[in-house]
């Protein structure tokens, strides 16, 4: 006989419902895929979202150049921006080895790529980042490869400065031997880590507003009344004002008594 719980409505009551069979074992795993696929959906609209539409062309017209072999490179985008490599190829060098002035092959690389830059650049900030081997660099011109890198990236900069670019969009950074895509272990790898990385960011630098000061210094001026200049009422002196307020006579001093000599 089974126990009834005090102030409880009796099973056979026909305002109780019953209860079903129990959800099958796989049907728990089911709803997890689709949770997971609603997720990641989610973060592919938040990332076409975050992307400009200016982003998304210039990222198919780098594409179609690497395709029709225009140019010799990769292109990746993520959250952050864009980021467009140029890579050494067997018969392409960007720089001749421990010099950082851009040889023909590679001003003939940024002529086919500043193009799409450019467009670019009017709304996004570009920095162009240097990256070297692993093979040790001193010379009186470069220490060490992070200068050398340095010097490339921003050699890099100012070619595209003379095209026009707008300056307050462009920067230089060098990264040297740090940041290699494949192990130094041969000359085909090292010459996969001497590329040009020109990363275009999603988010520009913010500008300074115009008209602070730092500090909150100088003279401030304030605007006219659109009722015209204010006038201030002058009282016309009295006699009894201006008796009071003259300066009062000063009182000669008496002359000190005369020393008396030897």
């Known amino acids: 006989m089974p126990l009834k719980a005090r102030n409880m409505i009796p099973e056979d009551d026909p305002r109780v419902a ?12 089911y709803a997890d895929l689709m949770t997971e696929l609603v997720c990641f959906f989610v973060i592919l609209y938040a990332l076409s979202a975050a992307l400009s539409k200016d982003m998304q062309k210039a990222n198919q017209e780098v594409q179609d150049m690497i ?27 960007f720089f001749e080895s421990g010099k950082a002035e851009l040889t023909d092959q590679m001003k ?18 570009i ?36 095209k026009n670019f707008p300056p307050k969009r462009m920067a230089a950074v060098g990264y040297g031997e740090y940041h290699p895509t494949v192990p130094n272990d041969n ?18 630098y913010p500008d300074a507003k115009p008209g602070k000061t730092a500090g909150g210094g100088g003279d401030k001026k304030t ?8 006038t201030q009422a002058v009282e016309q002196p009295t006699a009894e004002n201006a008796a009071a307020q003259a300066p009062p006579e000063e009182t000669p001093e008496e002359a000190p008594p005369a020393e008396e000599g030897e």
């Open 223 to 230: 605007a006219p009344s659109e009722e015209g200049p204010v």
């Open 18 to 29: 019953q209860i079903g069979h129990p959800a099958p074992p796989w049907l728990v795993n």
């Open 187 to 204: 000359d085909v790898n090292r010459k996969k880590n001497r590329r040009v990385v020109f990363f275009i960011k999603n988010t520009p």
């Open 67 to 93: 395709k029709e072999g225009k140019m010799q490179g990769e292109v990746k985008m993520d959250k952050d921006g864009m980021r467009i490599t140029l890579e050494e190829q067997s018969q392409v060098a």
């Open 127 to 162: 920095v162009v980042e240097g990256h070297t081997d692993d093979v040790p660099m001193y010379s009186r011109q470069f220490a060490s490869n992070w200068e050398l890198s340095t010097g490339r990236a921003t050699n890099v900069v100012m070619y595209l400065l003379g």
């Open 108 to 125: 003939e690389q940024m002529d086919k790529l500043s193009g799409v830059l450019l467009k670019l650049s009017e709304k996004h900030d």
